[in-house]
């Protein structure tokens, strides 16, 4: 099957630094990949749509400027969170979408990146 | 406009025994649903999917689901639970547009008794 990787598996940052997390699919190409937020015990978030070649969709109140996302290939997607804060600190999952855009597509998701921020 | 609900937070069954985690839609359309396990600190593993061919969907580790248009639900179920199936069980829904996004249920968390 599909396999998406994201690296690093967890970080821990000093406030006010940035921290670059990278979603890789490895077996496929993504035109698109999405970054997701999730909370303790809650569902995931979308935070922005990432497309190839073209500038991200953020999701309402998805700060763009905090949360930088640069899809630079089909298979590599980053998204570097600036100027960390101890707010920033949660779990971070990448998916990427296998097809061809249409709605039957399959997003298949990274192992997540733990992000604490002191 | 399309949403999912996951009817239940919490389902504790013992080892050995059914598995039902049920998940009800709304689409003005023929939807794409996908059901997903999340083990803890782990990311999301896709169990099943259905796309508007066989009604009855057959996924990974036993699991199964059955598209039930009439009811607009999309119940998952495991005839024998094992301890391993212990998780967070995410039912999905694709949105009908070209940028596909999905829209997760709120996540039921399956827990097994020895």
């Known amino acids: 099957g599909a396999v998406v990787s994201q690296h690093p598996s967890w970080v821990i940052c000093k406030s006010g630094t940035s921290v670059k997390i990278e979603c890789r699919s490895l077996d496929f190409q993504a035109t698109t990949m999405f970054w997701y937020r999730q909370f303790p015990k809650q569902s995931l978030m979308l935070m922005a749509t990432?497309?190839?070649?073209?500038?991200?969709?953020?999701e309402q109140g998805v700060e763009k400027d905090k949360f930088l996302i640069n899809h630079a290939s089909l298979t590599l997607s980053t998204l570097t969170v600036t100027s960390a804060h101890p707010e920033d600190s949660s779990f971070y999952i990448c998916s990427a979408r296998s097809g061809g855009g249409s709605d039957t597509d399959t997003q298949y998701f990274g192992p997540g990146t733990r992000l604490t921020v002191l | 406009a399309q949403s999912v609900t996951q009817l239940d937070s919490h389902v504790s069954v013992s080892e050995g025994t059914p598995v039902l985690l049920r998940c009800n839609y709304s689409?003005?359309?023929?939807?794409?649903l996908f059901w997903y396990v999340q083990h803890p600190n782990k990311g999301l593993q896709l169990l099943l999917k259905y796309t508007s061919a066989a009604t009855l969907v057959k996924g990974i580790n036993g699991f199964e689901a059955e598209f039930k248009k009439s009811e607009t639900s999309f119940h998952l179920t495991k005839p024998s639970a094992h301890m391993s199936d212990a998780a967070e069980y995410f039912c999905v829904v694709t949105l009908y547009s070209s940028a596909s996004k999905i829209i997760f249920g709120s996540g039921t968390r399956l827990s097994i008794r020895p």
């Open positions: 990432s497309n190839e070649g073209s500038k991200a969709t953020y």
């Open positions: 689409s003005s359309y023929s939807p794409s």
